[in-house]
């Protein structure tokens, strides 16, 4: 009796493994099968575009447009390390293999000066000029144009968390599938605190190709929102919302979630989101991607399975 179970214990784990590598090519959770018609969302107009601004503190200030959606494959645990400090980096930096930094901010740094190394991948150029996002096959030649590979391990940084631009990029490499990307924590002042080289210019790297392996999870579709297959959160303002939202929606205002240049910690977030349940889908929408990613990453920072709609598409299917 001992041996069988042994033997079927064994067969388990075999089981549970190859489930694990299985979804390792995402690495995020998400709606499943029938969530998200992708070629006709990266088609459709996203709810910003390159000139669409994300408001900060009330006033706009600028992204490009799209929204963003992660998590693990874990279920409710956070996503891929999704965060780096300062000094970890600084440390990475140091050894033998180091990651690939990317700035993406659409304008150069207040300081006139990024951080030694880095590449340009400006969040618009993932847009195309009617506001959504590029081709699945524009994205990889994009990233192939910069110097990525599916293989690289990124950090991501840019000069203005609260922009969205970080959050946004983030989302859409995980959205291609990529394995290995962080997001710079703290501010550019953080930065300089501790160390990190800096350089006048962006650096190149010879035109390489990504071969993506997309990860549809991180989308929520019309149906699912209408449906009430998911929890719907508008993260505009107050005002915005009040103008009109759909229906059922919380709004949950994306400047709630930040504090002090990066997302609020765990404590706060819970409260922020305690009208959520952890244990339903939610699906982040507004008018512009970058704010919606911003919450979204706050979402799944809590291990939330969060994904990115549009305010667009839920108008396109009310006509």
């Known amino acids: 009796m001992r041996s069988k179970l ?17 979804q390792a090519g995402c690495s995020c959770r ?56 300062a000094q970890k980096l600084l440390d990475w930096l140091g050894g033998d293999s180091k990651p690939l930094i990317v700035y993406v901010t659409n304008t150069p740094p207040k300081s006139s000066s990024y951080i030694d190394g880095s590449i340009l991948l400006p969040s618009r150029s993932l847009i195309q000029a009617d506001g959504s996002l590029k081709p699945l096959s524009d994205l990889a030649e994009v990233l192939g ?11 991501i940084y840019g000069d203005c968390f609260s922009c969205g631009d970080d959050t946004f990029v983030f989302w859409a490499i995980k959205y291609l599938g990529h394995q290995k ?9 953080d ?45 505009r303002s107050p ?24 997302i609020k910690d765990d404590s706060a977030l819970t409260e922020i989101f305690g009208d959520l349940d952890r244990d339903r889908p939610v699906a982040v929408y507004t008018k512009n991607g970058g704010r919606a990613s911003i919450v979204w ?23």
């Open 191 to 235: 930065w300089a605190a501790a160390g990190l080289p800096k350089a006048a210019t962006t650096t190149t790297r010879p035109a390489a190709t990504y071969s993506p392996d997309t990860c549809p999870e991180l989308l929520a579709d019309y149906d699912s929102v209408a449906g009430g297959e998911v929890q719907v959160v508008d993260a």
């Open 30 to 85: 998400g709606g499943g099968e029938g969530t998200w018609d992708g070629p006709a969302w990266a088609e459709s107009t996203l709810d910003g575009s390159s000139n669409e601004a994300a408001t900060v503190s009330g006033t706009e200030a600028g992204i490009g447009g799209e929204e963003v959606n992660q998590a693990d494959s874990d279920g409710n645990d956070k996503i891929c390390s999704p965060a780096i400090s």
């Open 6 to 22: 042994a033997k079927y214990g064994a067969i388990l784990i075999v089981v549970i493994a190859l489930a694990s590598i299985a």
């Open 239 to 262: 005002d915005q919302f009040a103008a009109g939202h759909i229906d059922g929606a919380t709004n949950i205002d994306y400047n709630r979630v930040i504090e002090d240049g990066w």
């Open 181 to 189: 990307v962080q997001i710079l924590q703290g501010t550019p002042e």
């Open 297 to 319: 990453y706050a979402l799944q920072n809590l291990g939330y399975d969060a994904r990115l709609y549009t305010w667009n598409d839920w108008l396109s299917h009310q006509s």
């Open 145 to 155: 144009n910069a110097g990525i590979t599916e293989d690289d391990d990124l950090v």
